[in-house]
């Protein structure tokens, strides 16, 4: 949805009232006290449903990422249409201005909320049929005078360890003969560390049993192939970088070009929330206008 149609549709608190009453009257409305979705009436005066078995009441916000804030739904509304703008992110001096919050730490904690929901959307599927895997290393923040004392390069504490994943299908041009690969979705998640407990638990957890994994022959892969219906390991090199896990690479590369243009150095314990961002936006960066409306939903859907 683009600014004009925003202003069109949700050009006050009341149509942004009315949008979501209408959206979870069509879904249902969970009842905690009944632990289902049943049957309810809604107050127009106070804006609350009350459920007809147990008569509990529940606010228009409840079981929503809005639940229990302060912030109007027309602020919230506005929130998911600059997050969804742009590919590429807002900072968080930009977001407080375009909103005019007075707190910078409340323009933090929305759009953290708001990049939560997208993982928790994400994590609802499973990467299947072939999959690229491999790790990347991110610059974090680190307190200066501690920053001199750690070593540089690979492995540092200076850097935090991603596990990256991206579903790529090999493709044929009938006529050509050309090959490529077309890629589908993908998957990225702060792991501990290198060992291959970690790398196993982020296969286990994000890639389909019936899948074929695409790896480098690093030597904590070596049980991968218990996880998957078939492990594929290649040697690296400039070739595989390009060929057999140009997906995955590719997205490393965007991803550490994002981090920095936008935010420039991130803390380990908020990189999550940002790679679920990135991670969202790039499993849908064919949705165009219709993204606002993806987010939106994803935002409002009640999970039980």
Known sequence: ???????????????CEKFLKAYREKEGVYCKTCSSFTRQYWFSGKKFFEYSKCRRRTSLKAGTIMESSNLTLHTWF???????????GFSCLE?????????????????????????????????????????????KAVDEELKNQLK??????????????????????????EKSKHCGFFKMKVIPDASASSFEGFVNDAIDKESVL???????????????????????????????????????????????GIYHMVT????????????????????????????IIAAIQTYV
């Open 1 to 15: 949805m683009n600014i004009i149609d925003f202003i069109t549709h949700f050009p006050d608190e009341e149509s």
């Open 268 to 295: 380990e314990k908020y990189l999550q929330n940002y790679l679920d961002e990135f991670v969202y936006k790039l499993n849908r960066r064919y949705f165009g206008e219709k993204l606002f409306d993806r987010l």
């Open 95 to 139: 977001f407080q201005r375009q909103l005019g919050l007075s707190r910078y730490e409340t323009a933090f904690n929305l759009m953290h909320k708001i990049r939560s929901i997208m993982g928790k959307r994400d994590s609802t599927y499973m990467l299947k049929g072939m999959v690229e895997y491999d790790e990347a290393y991110v610059e």
């Open 214 to 260: 695409i790896t480098d022959k690093n030597q904590a892969y070596v049980n991968l192939e218990k996880l998957v219906e078939c492990h594929i390991k290649v040697k690296s090199s400039e070739k595989s970088t390009n060929d057999e896990l140009n997906w995955v690479h590719t997205a490393i590369s965007n991803l550490k070009k994002n981090l920095l």
């Open 152 to 177: 540089r390069g690979k492995g540092s504490q200076r850097q935090a360890i991603v596990a990256v994943a991206a579903e790529s299908t090999p493709l044929e041009d009938e006529n050509t003969g």
């Open 78 to 88: 506005t929130a998911f249409l600059l997050m969804s703008a742009t590919k590429k």
